[in-house]
């Protein structure tokens, strides 16, 4: 599967912005979807997750709260909304998908993620 994440940009402290991840090549439902994030001289860290059929949703401490992960199978996407932004949450957002199985805590273990996209700017000014 081909991962296309998008909807990054530059916002303000306080904005939203929502950002989408859309899939090609095989049927989306198949896959649980993650939302990751490097900031500059930072190592990639997990922010949200969502199980393949929606019914679960996992959050980084850091952004519960503020982010949601939803998914609209039909449509082969993967939004992340993003409210109340802070310059903390400046990064390159990825999306990543997986197949089974899912060990334990398998949403914020990057090694167990199968296809990657190729990363969207969020930047936030204060």
């Known amino acids: 599967v081909q991962l296309q994440a998008s909807g990054g940009g530059l916002v303000q402290a306080g904005d939203s912005l929502r950002l989408s991840c859309a899939a090609s090549?095989?049927?989306?439902?198949?896959?649980?979807v993650g939302w990751f994030r490097q900031a500059p001289g930072k190592e990639r860290e997990f922010v949200a997750a969502?199980?393949?059929?929606?019914?679960?949703?996992y959050y980084a401490d850091s952004v519960k709260g503020r982010f949601t992960i939803s998914r609209d199978n039909a449509k082969n996407t993967v939004h992340l909304q993003m409210n109340s932004l802070r310059p903390e949450d400046t990064a390159v957002y990825y999306c990543?998908?997986?197949?089974?199985?899912?060990?334990?805590?398998?949403?914020?273990?990057?090694?167990?993620?199968?296809?990657w996209g190729q990363g969207t700017q969020v930047t936030v000014s204060s």
């Open positions: 090549g095989r049927p989306f439902s198949n896959y649980a």
């Open positions: 990543a998908a997986k197949t089974s199985p899912y060990r334990t805590y398998w949403w914020k273990t990057q090694s167990g993620y199968d296809y």
């Open positions: 969502i199980s393949w059929s929606g019914g679960s949703t």
